[in-house]
């Protein structure tokens, strides 16, 4: 089956996508969405290496490849990479990840490239970056984590440093790389010219800092962790009601005294240990454990209620299953439908923003490992005997 675009924002788009994990699968995979073609370049089974984000058929993989095809080519051998290099010479865009070496080792980096697609967008994405004193280190989403800063901030108080949940450095490096092919190739409508582009897991850790960088940069403050408060703006975290645990945010002194008369303690408003923000934060733990206190009288539906009839943000900790079951999130759609022809229907979160004429969906659920191969390298005009002969030669 030729390209079907999950999309038409961006189906006049190939993308070449050599990319294994998850940071590079999940920049292709958002140009995917938006109906890119993507073709997925993997070694063939009998050498592949640990690329599969725990097996073709685990959930994880199913997510990440899907609205893609699938190509193996043998980049050990000089055919195979000749064949890529057809590939790449039809294509808008390539997205690498390998070690930063990799890439002139194998005769495939950007300048290569561009010397016959004078128009390629080129992307690469690594641990640290492609030049400096880390640039050949291996990159992994938590080691990121760590050297960003992100651990440092996140945690109880005075307790170990803590990862956050998702591989959020691997996820952020990956949308940062898809919104810069998109900057690269809206300037390319300008200019004429590709250009190549990188970015980089601790990149993207030190940018999502955000406003903890800027305390430091321009206040001198160096952020420690606040567990599940917010570190500024206090009350703001997570509070316990009768039958378990919420959020409440309290942003500024309007919204305080709603808080406040909310809680049925319009003399904090006045109180010299809450009066104000300084007041409030010196004197946190102990205002903390009154709201609780005040809290434990009610369920938390009812507080939910309170709050936000009144104009104070609140809101449920859910789990997983309560998250995807959330009414506001089933209106929102975000949960796709999918046939696999290898696994049947599935369930898959979609993309988080809405493009009224041009949306996104799920038009193909995930390929097996060169389940394309044939159909992409016929488009490039290659014949049944030539097939035959490449796959004779272990070309793919």
């Not at 942003?251 to 003399?267: D, N, Q, V």
């Amino acid at each position: 089956m030729p390209h079907l675009p999950a999309s038409a924002a961006l189906q006049r788009f190939r993308v070449i996508d050599l990319t294994q994990v998850r940071a590079g699968p999940t920049a292709c995979r958002q140009l995917a969405d938006w109906g890119a073609d993507v073709v997925q370049v993997q070694m063939p089974e009998s050498m592949r290496g640990d690329d599969t984000l725990g097996g073709q058929d685990g959930s994880d993989y199913q997510y990440t490849h899907r609205n893609k095809r699938s190509i193996t080519l043998n980049l050990k051998e000089d055919e195979g990479i000749a064949t890529l290099k057809r590939l790449i010479d039809g294509a808008d865009v390539v997205v690498e990840n390998f070690r930063p070496d990799v890439k002139f080792r194998l005769g495939i980096d950007y300048a290569s490239l561009a010397a016959s697609n004078p128009g390629l967008v080129y992307a690469s994405i690594s641990g640290f970056g492609q030049t400096g004193p880390l640039a050949s280190r291996p990159g992994f989403d938590q080691i990121a984590q760590g050297m960003g800063g992100l651990m440092s901030v996140t945690g109880q108080p005075g307790e170990a440093p803590m990862r956050v949940g998702i591989p959020i450095a691997d996820l952020c490096a990956g949308i940062f790389a898809a919104q810069g092919i998109l900057v690269a190739l809206l300037e390319r409508e300008a200019s004429g010219k590709g250009q190549y582009l990188h970015t980089s897991l601790l990149e993207s850790m030190v940018y999502m800092l955000d406003f903890q960088t800027s305390r430091y940069l321009i206040d001198g403050e160096v952020a420690t962790q606040a567990g599940n408060f917010h570190p500024t703006s206090i009350p703001t975290g997570v509070y316990k009601a009768r039958d378990g645990y919420m959020n409440i945010a309290v942003f500024g002194s309007k919204i305080w005294e709603r808080f406040c008369h909310i809680l049925g303690a319009p003399e904090w408003i006045t109180d010299e240990r809450y009066h104000d923000k300084p007041s409030r934060s010196i004197n946190r733990d102990s205002l903390n454990a009154e709201i609780n206190r005040r809290l434990a009288t009610h369920d938390r539906a009812h507080w939910v209620q309170q709050f936000n009839d009144g104009g104070v943000a609140c809101g449920l900790i859910s789990n997983m299953q309560e998250a995807l079951e959330e009414p506001q999130v089933q209106h929102l759609g975000m949960v796709k439908e999918v046939v696999s022809k290898w696994q049947g229907p599935q369930r898959l979160v979609g993309q988080p923003m809405q493009l009224e004429r041009t949306p996104s969906t799920i038009a193909r659920a995930a390929p097996r490992r060169g389940e394309h191969t044939e159909e992409i390298l016929g488009e490039l005009g290659l014949g049944a005997e030539d097939l035959a002969r490449m796959k004779a030669a272990g070309v793919y």
